[in-house]
């Protein structure tokens, strides 16, 4: 066992917030080493159960409120100053050297850090995630766009110490043309990659869903309804061969839009593991509807399901999807738009049985080889922690 000098803290997720990318970055970073996890009580909870070298862990609990209001964000702020206040001077008398891995942490109090690090000189690596979103000039976060960016400034300053990560090189290079990117260098998300047992297709009906909770905004999750009833009044030829599930639950204000061509669950909170991974499994496709401006500054989680479970995508460009198609060859449809998403579905599903199967196979097999590269990319990254 290597001396234990990694700290790991979230300092913004709660409960099951980032739980695939926690879990995985944990797992291989324990493999070989011990280390400290310092985290809300509800998430390290949840992590303790997944984690998978829990001897080599020590966890240790703080209370943290969800960030549903601007009076919590601000008391969030507060708590998380204190605590990593605490544990920078608890620290700071072990001889052994010290470094901590922040797998995420809210505006202020990464601001906060650099500023006390001035007196700890303390190894900071710094995951990167959502807040990056205030890069853009037009962003899904108006309201707290000033708060956000608050993060984005602490990365320009006080980096002796400091190294940051990023989740993907398309990413990388976007940052790499608007701010001095030497200090940071990325990954790309991390996720497990465990065996998957295919389900046989029994029929000839393609299915079609989304991945993860359906909800407005960015990620226009109520596209899928107009996309069924579109489908199933102008396939009439076909109009049984397809079908369109979500695999996830719904927000409330996604109600209105829903109709009796699309599957879902009517239930709160997340599915269950055994759910999630069964409904997953009868896709043929997964459908993103997010516009080409999304996952400029941040990865999506939704897209590595599709690498995971070997199921091709349907998506309108964007520089994230792109930069993989590219490097692995097809794995899904990337079209301009909404309209063009339609056109792709009623080609598909018009296509002899031999052309669908022919090129479901083209796509899988680039999945599977995308798969093992990027396996073997996240062990060596996590090996040269040291």
């Known amino acids: 066992m290597k001396e234990n000098k990694i700290i790991l803290i979230d300092?913004?997720?709660t409960g099951f917030?980032?739980?695939?990318?926690?879990?995985?970055?944990?797992?291989?970073i324990s493999k070989n080493?011990?280390?400290i996890f310092f985290g809300e009580s509800k998430l390290v909870d949840i992590l303790f159960k997944n984690c998978i070298y829990k001897n080599n862990i020590k966890f240790n609990k703080f209370f943290f409120p969800d960030a549903n209001s601007k009076i919590k964000l601000l008391f969030r702020e507060i708590l998380a100053i204190i605590y990593i206040t605490l544990i920078f001077i608890s620290l700071s008398s072990r001889k052994k050297t010290i470094e901590f891995y922040f797998l995420s942490v809210i505006p202020l109090t990464h601001f906060y850090v650099k500023l006390i690090n001035v007196f700890f000189s303390y190894k900071v690596t710094i995951f990167l995630h959502g807040e990056l979103e205030a890069f853009k000039k037009q962003t899904n976060l108006p309201s707290f766009k000033y708060y956000y960016s608050i993060a984005c400034k602490a990365i320009k300053i006080f980096n002796n110490y400091f190294k940051y990560i990023v989740l993907g090189e398309s990413i990388f290079k976007n940052l790499n043309k608007i701010i001095n990117t030497e200090n940071i260098s990325f990954i790309d998300h991390p996720y497990s990659y465990d065996e998957i047992f295919h389900i046989e297709k029994t029929n000839k009906v393609i299915s079609f869903g989304s991945v993860g909770k359906a909800?407005?905004?960015e990620k226009n999750?109520?596209?899928i309804f107009k996309l069924a009833d579109f489908i199933r009044n102008n396939n009439v030829s076909n109009i049984d061969n397809s079908k369109f599930t979500i695999v996830g639950t719904l927000s409330k204000d996604l109600h209105s839009y829903a109709n009796d061509y699309v599957d879902f669950k009517e239930q709160s909170g997340m599915l269950s593991d055994v759910e999630f991974e069964t409904?997953?499994?009868?896709?043929?496709?997964?459908?993103?509807?997010?516009?080409?401006?999304?996952?400029k500054y941040t990865a999506s989680g939704a897209f590595?399901?599709?690498?995971?479970y070997e199921i091709p995508f349907i998506a309108i460009k964007n520089d994230f999807f792109n930069y993989y198609q590219e490097k692995y060859g097809p794995i899904g449809y990337l079209e301009d738009d909404y309209e063009s998403i339609e056109k792709r579905i009623l080609l598909i599903l018009n296509a002899s049985e031999e052309?669908?199967?022919n090129e479901i196979k083209v796509f899988k097999n680039n999945l599977k080889t995308m798969k093992a590269s990027l396996k073997k990319h996240t062990n060596n990254f996590f090996e040269n922690i040291k």
Not at 304 to 308: G, L, N, Q, T, V
Request: proline fraction near 0%.
């Open 11 to 13: 300092l913004n997720m």
């Open 17 to 28: 917030g980032h739980f695939e990318f926690n879990k995985n970055v944990i797992n291989h």
């Open 33 to 35: 080493r011990s280390m």
């Open 215 to 217: 909800i407005i905004g």
């Open 221 to 223: 999750s109520h596209l």
């Open 279 to 295: 409904r997953i499994l009868t896709l043929d496709f997964i459908l993103f509807f997010y516009n080409s401006d999304s996952y």
């Open 304 to 308: 590595f399901d599709c690498i995971k």
């Open 355 to 357: 052309d669908k199967l």
